[in-house]
């Protein structure tokens, strides 16, 4: 199974990140009305790599530092406008929507990757 | 059992309150010529008050959505003006009007159908994304 979870690994950690990345997006673009809403993001490349970084180190205790992280403990930041609003609201509809737009032709993607290794395995395993 | 905000409530929620918000301005624009014989019975715009609504408490995932916390009345001063001859006028010859700014209504109006279309973009979106997630492996 080892083997399979290490196969899968990289796509599943992606879209788990992805559809993270689209529930904070999506939460900006349903507050871009409300005053003093702060529009939150997370940066996708760092909070991968420090998901993927868990390595072979296991903790043996609960008091040991955190290796890594998974999808969960990724860091939610906090936008930095480009023009502040006079209510406080700091999100800008048009940068989300191209965030969100990037963000999900990602997530489409990530699903391709997966699927051609999950029709790779399929045929290494019939011997097509 | 922890109700978790799935990006499905974020934009259903989010597009109630912009709902909300569409029904005040026809509201607003519907009574913009209601008269009235005293400055205590005329109309008053409403507005509606948006609030965020965290997923958890410490706001840590930056999941969230809004709601409508309050309907405003508001309580500018009616307009007064001088029509001795309108059936409704008072005794000293005037009728009030609603403080009702029908331009700033109109723009209230087209930003509440732009944001409400931007969660249904949000919510179609999510809504392929997870039907091809369903289909891994096909």
Redesign the interface.
Known sequence: MKALDALFKADSTA?SLRQ?R??????N?????????KA???DFEAAYKSAMNTGEITKTSSAHIDVGGTADTAD?RYRVPLSPSLDGNTVE?HVE?VQ?AEN?TH??AT?NF??GR?STMRKALRGE | MTNKLTIFDVAGRSMAAQQVRLNTVASNLANAASVSGSPDTVYRPIKPVFETQYHDVMEKTGIATVDVADIYQSDATPEKRYQPNHPLADKDGYIYAPPIDQNAEMVDMLETSRQYQNNIEVLSTAKTLLIKTLNVGK
């Open positions: 879209l993270k689209m529930e904070i997006l999506g939460s673009i349903a507050n871009a009305a409300t005053p003093h809403f939150r993001d997370i939610v509809l929507q969100f999900a997530y489409e699903l997966l699927n999950i």
